[in-house]
Structures are given as structure tokens and as C-alpha cells.
């Protein structure tokens, strides 16, 4: 069998809706293949009993399907799914990875990238491919219509996750159709700030350019203990502080690994005061899917 581990990711950045991801260096999935005849999915670990194995409904398959490779299909999950660290998308940028070297298909990362975003559409209802770049790609990824660029970041981050449930299609629902030029002037900042700051590798300008003021406030209200979690992490010394992906989630932007442990703890303690529990992933901006053989 052909193995593959792919990492978890955090989208958005919060001025980066549907554009940015980050690979992190943990958690990640685990994806083996073998040929076969028709595909069969089989999972085990976080959250796996939630995970259809039906492969037209589990992103694995529909990669498979999109890159016409069936295969025996082993997950071991560990990202839990509706985390908001890119759960789904683990999955099929493992099975991308994989079915690509299992039958020599020789695409492109941007093929591998669109195969695994098909997966990500039939889960939330779009193609959005914010998660699966990064998940390939690895590093900080800019993820458009007409391509993905990359950038390998060196950042000491925290992840902290909820015990609730919150689905991406549930929260692209609450995401408002429209801006006002004030929001958007904001946002354009912040997503420039973001990027520079990630090519200087520079935790004050990605924290500050975290901010925005549409979509993570209005998401924020499904994620109990957020603005506790938030205020916490701050005041223990993160740069910066936002939903990880749909939620729930948390992401926060330290200075130094060092921190990490005290924004760690400071961060469950604001969830704690919220009646949430939650554990807390000390980590940092990984590489892409890593292939074995
Ligand atoms: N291989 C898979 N791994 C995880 N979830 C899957 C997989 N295939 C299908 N799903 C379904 O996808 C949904 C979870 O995806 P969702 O996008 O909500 O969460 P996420 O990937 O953790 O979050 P986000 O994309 O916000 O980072 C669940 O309904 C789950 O059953
Ligand atoms: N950009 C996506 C990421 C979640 O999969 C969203 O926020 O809905």
C-alpha cells in the first residue's frame, strides 16, 4: 500500500475568506491505497464514526473518482471533522497525493489541488480550495481561480478546538452576501499586511492582519467561548486571534515557540469560562502531503 500523510490546515486567516491556508504541522491525516477494481473506503480514528464510506459522499472517493483511480482507501483520521481545521480536506488532499503516485498519473499540484477541491464541494457545496492547497502545497497559500501561490512561513502557532459542532455548510450560511467599502478598504489591509507579513515571517503583521470585520463576527456567534478564548490568548501574548476555517476552531499567532504553551493554557481557560471544553494543538506552519512508499 501506498501511504500518505496529509496535514490539517487553517483557512481564511480572517482577512483571507475562501483564499488563505495554512498547512500546520499537526495534526494530519493518514491516507493508504491500493488498486482495485471499484473503490471502498474504510476509517478509523478522530470522529470517525461520523464519516460517511460511501465514496460518493466521503472526499477520499470523490478524488478517486475525479482522478479515475479506484482503490482500496484506508483513513486513519487525525483531525476530527467539522473542526475547522480542515478535516475533509486532509482526506482528499491525501487521496490526491496518493492516487496520483498509486497510478503514475503525473499531474500538476494544481491538478491534485482542483481534483481535491471536487471532495471539498460535495461536503460543503463549494469548491473552495483553501484548505486542500495548503494541505498539498504546504506553507502559506493563496488559493484563486487561476492558481495557488505558496510561500513556506516559519510561525509559532496555537489551535485550539471546542468541544461543539459547527459544519462549513452550516457556517457559510451566516457569512453576509454583500460588503460595505468600509469593511472591504479594511479587509484589502489586513490581507496585505497578512502576506507580507508571512514572506518576512513576521508574527506582528500576520497578526495584525488577521483582522476583519464580516465574516468572522458574524461566525464567531456560533462558536460558545470564542470572545473568552480570544481575550485570553491576547492578554497571554498572541499577535493575533481568529476562527479556523468555519470554526470552531481558534487560531492564534504567537511570537515565539515558547509562547505557545502559555497561550495554550490561557486559550482553554477562556473556553473553561465558557462551560466549553476544549483541547489546545501547539503547532506551527507544516509542509505539504509527504508521500511513502
Ligand atoms: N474523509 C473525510 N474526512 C472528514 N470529513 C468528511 C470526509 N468525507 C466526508 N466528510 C464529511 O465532511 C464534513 C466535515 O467537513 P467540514 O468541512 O464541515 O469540516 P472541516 O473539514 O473540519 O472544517 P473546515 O473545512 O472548516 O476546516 C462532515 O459532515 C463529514 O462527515
Ligand atoms: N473558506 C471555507 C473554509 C472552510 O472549509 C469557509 O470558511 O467556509
Known amino acids: 500500500m501506498l501511504t500518505v500523510r496529509a496535514p ?8 483571507g475568506f475562501d483564499v ?3 498547512a500546520l504541522s499537526a495534526p494530519a491525516d493518514v491516507v ?6 471499484e473503490t471502498t473506503i474504510e476509517v478509523t480514528g478522530a470522529g470517525s464514526q461520523y464519516i460517511p464510506t460511501d465514496p460518493a459522499k466521503n472526499t477520499a472517493g470523490v478524488v478517486a473518482r475525479e482522478l479515475d483511480a479506484p482503490a482500496r482507501i484506508e483513513i486513519d483520521k487525525g483531525v476530527r471533522p467539522a473542526s475547522g481545521l480542515g478535516s475533509s480536506a486532509a482526506s482528499a488532499a491525501g487521496a490526491a497525493v496518493a492516487l496520483n503516485a498509486l497510478y503514475d498519473r503525473g499531474c500538476s499540484d494544481e491538478e491534485l489541488v482542483r481534483a481535491a477541491a471536487e471532495g471539498e464541494a460535495v461536503v460543503s457545496g463549494a469548491a473552495h480550495a483553501d484548505n486542500v492547497a495548503p494541505s498539498i502545497v504546504g506553507g ?13 512561513a516559519e510561525l509559532p502557532l496555537v489551535v485550539c478546538l471546542p468541544d461543539i459542532v459547527v459544519s462549513t455548510r452550516d457556517a457559510r450560511e451566516v457569512v453576509p452576501g454583500t460588503v460595505s467599502m468600509e469593511e472591504m478598504v479594511e479587509t484589502v489591509g489586513s490581507a496585505a499586511t497578512l502576506t507580507t507579513g508571512m514572506h518576512r515571517n513576521d508574527p506582528e503583521l500576520v497578526g495584525r492582519g488577521l483582522q476583519e470585520s464580516v465574516v468572522t463576527p458574524a461566525r464567531a456567534a456560533l462558536v460558545t467561548g470564542y470572545d473568552e478564548a480570544k481575550r485570553a490568548a491576547l492578554d497571554a501574548g ?9 470554526g470552531p476552531g481558534v487560531l492564534a499567532v504567537c511570537r515565539r515557540p515558547e509562547d505557545r504553551r502559555r497561550v495554550a493554557a490561557a486559550m482553554l481557560s477562556g473556553f473553561d469560562e465558557a462551560d ?6 501547539q503547532t506551527a506552519v507544516g509542509g505539504g502531503a509527504e508521500l511513502f512508499r
Open 238 to 246: 498572541a499577535t493575533g486571534v481568529t476562527i479556523s476555517g468555519a
Open 20 to 22: 488563505f491556508g495554512l
Open 8 to 15: 490539517a490546515t487553517s483557512a481564511n486567516l480572517g482577512s
Open 140 to 152: 502559506f497559500t493563496i488559493a484563486r481561480a487561476d492558481g495557488v501561490t505558496s510561500v513556506d
Open 276 to 281: 466549553i471544553d476544549a483541547r489546545a494543538y
Open 32 to 37: 493508504r491505497v491500493e488498486k482495485a477494481a
